[in-house]
């Protein structure tokens, strides 16, 4: 598994944890290191995004409810919206990283992680945002 990969997989845990128990993000992050191993560039990327996924979390819900037509963020499962804030994220504020990139990895990352149909969800969504940020 690729670096980015296994980056994004720590990102969703993280945030999966973060929407079960409220706390700081750096302390998560903090913790999360003591208790684990890991490269500095995953390091560095992680904590990129998971800080800002949750800096812009409001800006993220937005989009993602835009697009999310007949459903209610409340209805998503917590592992679908935590896949979709992580990609929508870097759709918005990461332009080194491809839309197409971002777009496969949240449909593999699904894939692994929710069921059947939430990638074809996701990958709906995402390409919506994906077309109206490269406007």
């Known amino acids: ?16 944890q973060k929407e079960l128990n409220e706390q ?9 290191w003591h208790e684990r191993e890991e490269n500095e560039e995953v390091k560095i990327f992680v904590a990129s995004i998971f ?28 592992i679908d919206k935590c896949i979709l804030r992580l990609s929508v994220y870097e759709l918005l504020h990461r332009k ?11 449909i593999d990352i699904s894939k692994k992680y929710s069921n059947a149909d939430a990638g074809k969800f996701i990958n709906g969504i995402l390409d919506k945002v994906s077309k109206e940020c490269s406007k």
């Open 1 to 16: 598994m690729g670096k980015r990969r296994r980056s994004r997989e720590i990102i969703l845990k993280l945030l999966y």
């Open 24 to 32: 700081n993000p750096e302390d998560m992050l903090e913790q999360f």
């Open 51 to 78: 800080c800002g996924v949750n800096e812009s979390k409001d800006e993220l819900d937005t989009w993602i409810m835009k697009y999310s037509k007949n459903w209610d963020l409340n209805r998503l499962s917590i």
């Open 96 to 106: 080194d990283i491809p839309p197409k990139v971002s777009i496969n990895e949240a």
